[in-house]
């Protein structure tokens, strides 16, 4: 059983910035990939962010390219969110993930608890 907890959520002002982590703990952890995800009040889970266990490739949804930086510290089981830049509708709870489905990496078995950002403008 994977355990996630992730931290670093709050609230701040548009244009401030933010670094979430999600410690990975369990027996025997290993992960190819890990992402985040987010939930905005009254709108669906969406996609934000993904990296490789293995080489750190990164994918990014597009309402955070070049905003967001997904990083990893395999030897802490740590996967971080560094978002830069954000935006009123950046406002969510974030979610750190492990453990894919599949090879496609779109969906995830193991969900932490989720930590809150709110951004204001």
């Known amino acids: 059983q994977v355990q996630l907890v992730e931290s670093g959520g709050g609230s701040v002002q548009a244009g401030g910035s933010l670094r979430l982590s999600c410690a990975a703990s369990g027996q025997t952890f290993s992960s190819p990939a890990m992402a985040w995800f987010r939930q905005a009040p009254g709108k669906e889970r969406e996609f934000v962010a993904v990296?490789?266990?293995?080489?750190?490739?990164?994918y990014y949804s597009d309402s955070v390219e070049g905003r967001f930086t997904i990083s990893r510290d395999n030897a802490k089981n740590t996967v971080y969110l560094q978002m830069n830049s954000l935006k009123p509708e950046d406002t969510a709870v974030y979610y750190c993930t492990a453990d894919p489905v599949d090879i496609t990496w779109a969906d995830f078995r193991s969900w932490g608890q989720g930590t809150r950002v709110t951004v204001s403008s």
């Open positions: 990296i490789s266990c293995s080489d750190g490739s990164t």
